[in-house]
């Protein structure tokens, strides 16, 4: 007997298809195994595909799968699951609540907007070995690692120029397993310009990454003495990310478009 699944995929913090980040979003209305879900999410090849059930409390819970493992917070695939449930499957709705590992993520609906609540987190001055700086063409003047995620590294940059251009060996970084590599440094027409590596998830390059930004902002809006931080990840993609640090509750509003690309359903066997 066949079983059937439903399954969006979404382009997230964009108005416009192949922009931004693709995510996958199926609907359930109970947990399936997670075998199939990471089965589900390597067939998918995007960065994450999300997998939400509805709770008792009139909330959903929301789970994160890259195409080799599980994670525990991602921006993009929780804005492609609000905007699946705030524009397709109930329109009629502005406010939707995700339980996760991260906690509860809010996610409201203002017109073509979507404005997701996150938590705030900070890291800490770190180091990396020759081996692995090698594999930027440009060295950091400052690396920090923490954040949302205790496997990530973020190099900081003096100029946004280097950001876009920066040659990246993913060989290396593999190596690296399990670790994710962010490039950060201020903007002129943006606050802050960032691009993101993770390519032990079976990810190269992330185009836009949402839960990044749950670090990035508190510390640019520390560095450049503002709480509103309007925020670009300059992968080939790009995408626009609207931010705002809320030191009094140590979270962070992260405002982004999205649009649908297709819809259709999973065959189970």
Known sequence: MTTTLPIYQVD???????????????????????????????????????????????????????????????????????????????????????????????????????????????????????????????????????????????LIYDSEDVIPNMQVNMSILETAAPYGFAITAPGSDYDCVSRYFTPSSGIGEDPVTGSLHSSLVPYWAKQLGKNDILAYQASARGGELRCIYHLDRERVTIQGQAVLYLQGTIQLP
């Open 12 to 154: 997230a913090f964009t108005n416009d298809v192949f922009q931004g980040n693709p995510a996958a979003v199926c609907p359930l209305d109970a947990w399936i195994p997670d075998a199939i879900m990471q089965a589900i999410a390597l067939e998918n090849n995007l960065s994450e595909t999300a997998f939400v059930v509805p709770s008792d409390e009139g909330k959903y819970h929301i789970r994160w799968f890259t195409p080799r493992r599980e994670v525990p917070l991602c921006g993009h695939a929780t804005l492609a699951s609000g905007y699946v449930l705030l524009h397709v499957l109930n329109p009629q709705s502005e406010k939707v609540v995700f339980q996760s590992k991260s906690g509860d993520l809010t996610v409201t609906k203002d017109d073509a907007w979507l404005t997701m609540d996150f938590p705030a987190y900070t890291f800490q001055p770190s180091t990396l070995d020759d081996t692995i700086l090698s594999a930027f063409d440009h060295s950091p003047t400052a690396i920090y690692k923490g954040g949302d995620y205790e496997t990530r590294y973020y």
